[in-house]
């Protein structure tokens, strides 16, 4: 983030507020944990092989991050990104729907435990943006201004082509 923030350009930084600034950068650094949709499952068998898709809306980069070191059991799913789907395989010889169908809830139940866990460090995350953001912004917003300041106070003429001089 603070990269991005020395990236941002001169005229947008100075024509701007530092709130709306901020406001920008929190937005965009801003994450939600995802919800897990099991209301909306898919259905589809290869054989002995049960395979059922769970729609979730929110920031799919959280089914990536490892749970807690104590955690025993975790989920066995695959993300689908683009259609917002975990796509859970289940093999058995047992044909049983009643099995098939717990063993899926525990999978569910499995990302819903990993999710609140991630709850408090996201919540955390979050509620902090606010004050990592605004320093740096003010800070640069400060020296550009500065610059700008001690530029317009040099007795010279600025370059003909209106260019800054730089190359590249």
């Not at 054989?47 to 799919?60: A, Q």
């Not at 400060?142 to 530029?151: D, F, G, N, W």
Request: aromatic fraction near 8%; charged fraction near 30%.
């Amino acid at each position: 983030m603070p990269g991005e923030i020395c990236d941002l350009a001169e005229d947008y930084l100075l024509n701007n507020s530092v709130d709306d600034i901020c406001e920008a950068l929190v937005k965009k650094y801003m994450v939600s944990l995802p919800t897990v949709r099991d209301t909306d499952i898919w259905k589809h068998r290869e054989g002995t092989r049960y395979h059922f898709e769970v729609s979730f809306d929110g920031d799919d980069r959280f089914f990536w991050v490892h749970g807690s070191p104590f955690q025993l059991s975790f989920p066995k799913a695959t993300v689908d990104s683009k259609r917002k789907k975990l796509r859970f395989t289940l093999d058995t010889i047992d044909e049983s729907a009643e099995h098939l169908q717990a063993a899926l809830e525990n999978q569910i139940k499995l990302v819903r435990g990993f999710l609140v866990t991630m709850r408090t460090p996201v919540n955390a995350h979050n509620q902090a943006l606010a004050g990592r953001v605004r320093p740096p912004v003010e800070t640069r917003v400060s020296r550009l201004q500065t610059s700008r300041a001690v530029y317009e106070q040099l007795p010279y003429k600025p370059r003909e082509d209106g260019s800054d001089g730089r190359t590249g």
